[in-house]
């Protein structure tokens, strides 16, 4: 048996009797085979990784015993702590993303070197796999994350970093390192949401030296992390990251309000099943104009509530609606103006 075949051996045997230290080593080899153009060795490690995670995962590993599902559970829940939001397969698309044409061309150019990274690693080129998005809450950064994931058919862990971060600051390097260390054995995408939250925590007077502690650790996990796992970040405050982590990230998108046009589109996107039609299309187009200072989840909200008042409103009237449901644009307006003044409440 040649070298290759006694590394396979070694994996197949070893991840079934070790999970987790071996899970590590064969993960560092895996991307140590990539870097060195051992491209059909590290698939098939890679293979022999996932089968293994299978097994144990619906218990036909024969080494877990029966009735252990719940310890295993435990496991998972103790590795990951609070971290964890969700974890989840996306089903969205490019087609579900309104955006300006720059942000789409950026996330395409992203989405193709992952689809290519086979490509980029034979000629020895690094591939771009951290990406920070930035803006106002409510204009798409967590949608295009969605879309990352659907594009490329991967699983998306998402990590609320400001969820934990001021309460267990004692925990959080430890469980960031084994949520990276998850998402690299599986080839995952991590979104990292509220990464401002470490500069808020520098502010309000926290323990200094435990925040640089964490810092360090998420930069060495950006440093280590192999090229075909993805993080990405989300932040609505650019300015309060430290300077040392904006530079670890390959792109970085900002993502602001809609313009008309793209209220338009919005519009369009929401209605696209064609049950519903406005009053008055003429007032319908002012309204586009009235939503400008909005975000694209406040527009999209807000319209969706007009529809839905507008419809049970007519359904009072009559028990069968003939073809399209009518939206009362009145209705649309005052939602608007209300959506306007409860952000100029919270911003005062």
Known sequence: MNYNEVIKSLAQSGLESNYEQLEKIVSEYIEYSKKTNKVKLALQL???LKNTERKTSTGQNPLVKAGSEAHLARLEDRETGELILERLNSEYSFADLITTPRVKEELGLFIEEHRKIALLQRYELPVANKMLLYGPSGNGKTLASYVIAGELHKLLIVVNLGAIVSAKLGETSKNLARVFRRAAAENAIILIDELDSLGKVRDYSQDHGEMKRVVNTILQLFDYLPQSAIVIAATNQKDMIDPAL????DTSL??????????????????????YRFDKPKSAEQLTLSAQGLSYFSIQKTLISAIKRSV?????????????????????QQLLKE??????QSTD
Do not use: C, M, Y
């Not at 993502?255 to 049950?275: A, H, M, N, V, Y």
């Not at 069968?320 to 939206?327: C, N, R, S, T």
């Not at 959506?339 to 100029?344: H, T």
């Open 246 to 249: 904006l530079r670890r990230f």
């Open 46 to 48: 890679q293979s022999i």
């Open 254 to 275: 900002g993502l602001d309000l809609p313009t008309p046009e793209q209220i338009r589109r919005l519009i369009d996107l929401t209605l696209k099943s064609g049950l």
């Open 339 to 344: 959506e306007k003044e409860a952000l100029a």
């Open 312 to 332: 049970l409103s007519q359904s009072n009237a009559q028990h069968d609606l003939p073809g399209k449901a009518v939206i009362e644009t009145t209705v649309w």
